[in-house]
């Protein structure tokens, strides 16, 4: 089974201040992670993507996400944050290994960002 | 481009009523997903199709059928709406490739009273 935590429901950080997202998830093979950002009444937009190769993976709107395998983790992180980055964000996993699997996503984290 | 469209945005029904939601996908992608977001519970799959003809039960299938008769279109039935119903219902698509991601439609808000 494959299954994705998001610790923290909501992460406040000032505007200007770096962020972390934290996603923790666990495969029993190796893992495909995905972090998906959800605006107010809007669908999910894909971010980024861990595959295989370096484990800091770059992605849109200047965010990146760094994959840990020893921690099982896959925290989002910006340098910078913005106003415009408050949204809701989702982890998701599929085990790599198992033919063909569904997404499993997180329940999702908040973040807000302060002017 | 349209991408994925979900048709209506918003409804409401009451208790016993029944409802088509549709999803129609314009990129060729050979696999379709329902999921309802809820509060606190994050995206839930109900059902999914690898293809035209063939639907899968995900999480959370109780209460809801669903068709793929052409593949750009995948269809999901409430035969007998519920309070417990009340929810956002996305769709998504993606391509028959587990490195591959999905392209989600923009939500259907449905309330059931």
């Known amino acids: 089974a494959q299954s994705v935590a998001q610790p923290e429901d909501q992460v406040n950080v000032a505007e200007g201040n770096p962020l972390t997202v934290k996603c923790t998830y666990s495969v029993s093979g190796n893992p495909y992670l995905f972090w998906y950002v959800q605006y107010p009444n809007r669908g999910l937009q894909f971010l980024l993507k861990y595959i295989t190769g370096d484990n800091l993976v770059k992605g849109s709107y200047g965010f990146e996400a760094e994959f840990n395998k020893s921690q099982t983790s896959f925290h989002l992180k910006k340098p910078s944050a913005l106003v415009s980055d408050s949204a809701l964000y989702f982890c998701?996993?599929?085990?790599?290994?198992?033919?063909?699997?569904?997404?499993?996503f997180g329940k999702g984290t908040m973040l807000l960002v302060s002017p | 481009n349209a991408g994925v469209t979900q048709t209506p945005k918003f409804r409401v029904l009451k208790t016993g009523q029944s409802m088509t939601l549709l999803c129609a996908q314009d990129?060729?992608?050979?696999?379709m997903y329902w999921y309802r977001q809820d509060p606190g519970m994050g995206l839930r799959l109900i059902h999914y199709?690898?293809?035209?003809?063939?639907?899968a039960k995900g999480e959370v299938p109780d209460g809801y059928n669903v068709s793929r008769l052409k593949k750009q279109n995948f269809l999901l039935g409430l035969e007998s709406a519920a309070p417990s119903q009340t929810s956002v219902y996305f769709c998504?698509?993606?391509?028959?490739?587990?490195?591959?991601?999905?392209?989600f439609g923009s939500g259907t808000r449905l309330t059931v009273v």
């Open positions: 998504a698509s993606s391509y028959p490739d587990r490195t591959a991601g999905y392209t």
């Open positions: 990129m060729n992608h050979e696999y």
């Open positions: 998701a996993v599929r085990d790599a290994n198992s033919g063909y699997s569904t997404l499993t």
């Open positions: 199709s690898v293809g035209e003809g063939t639907t």
